[in-house]
T-cell receptor, first 112, second 113 residues
């Protein structure tokens, strides 16, 4: 069974610093990987989706990389802002018909 | 604003009672999902529907049932609630393709006493 791990569970950074969030998965045979953001008391918002054939995906200050061979994805958030404070989750889909397997998330606090 | 509407926002329910959580989407997405989110366990899939008229079991389906009579609605029913079903329940949807992102509702916080 695919295991998805996100370490650390929480981190705090000062405003302006770049954020680096990690996601690891045990089975490298994946179909795609998604990064989500969750604000307290809210549902998840999709940030980026990376196909298995891609190495990275970018949207504004966000950049996600994918290294299937090592079972890792990294979400970079440049020049963090207090509004970036949230929990970030990654999820892996193993096949085109498979369902998403979620990590437990990393809770981020950006201090002014 | 297009999206997913879940109701109720929160509910306290006595054990043994029946409860239906409602989910409606206006994006005409074919696929819909129900997840529960628990501290330390993350998000787990309960049931899903790839298209109207079809449903499937997820990772933790026991004690729950769903129906998909049309594209927009995907209710989740707890036939006889138990305290272990205390959780936050999220409904989600996506276009049929596996490469499309999931859209989530804001969740229903359910407490079974």
């Amino acid at each position: 069974k695919q295991e998805v791990t996100q370490i650390p569970a929480a981190l705090s950074v000062p405003e302006g610093e770049n954020l680096v969030l990690n996601c690891s998965f045990t089975d490298s045979a994946i179909y795609n990987l998604q990064w989500f953001r969750q604000d307290p008391g809210k549902g998840l918002t999709s940030l980026l989706l990376i196909q298995s054939s891609q190495r990275e995906q970018t949207s504004g200050r966000l950049n996600a990389s994918l290294d299937k061979s090592s079972g890792r994805s990294t979400l970079y958030i440049a020049a963090s802002q207090p509004g970036d404070s949230a929990t970030y989750l990654c999820a892996v889909r193993r096949t085109s018909w498979g369902k998403l397997q979620f990590g437990a998330g990393t809770q981020v606090v950006v201090t002014p | 604003i297009a999206g997913i509407t879940q109701a109720p926002t929160s509910q306290i329910l006595a054990a043994g009672r029946r409860m239906t959580l409602r989910c409606t989407q206006d994006m005409r997405h074919n696929a819909m999902y129900w997840y529960r989110q628990d501290l330390g366990l993350g998000l787990r899939l309960i049931h899903y529907s790839n298209t109207a008229g079809t449903t499937g079991k997820g990772e933790v389906p026991d004690g729950y049932s769903v129906s998909r009579a049309n594209t927009d609605d995907f209710p989740l029913t707890l036939a006889s609630a138990v305290p272990s079903q205390t959780s936050v329940y999220f409904c989600a949807s996506s276009e049929a393709a596996a490469n499309s992102p999931l859209h989530f509702g804001n969740g229903t916080r359910l407490t079974v006493t």
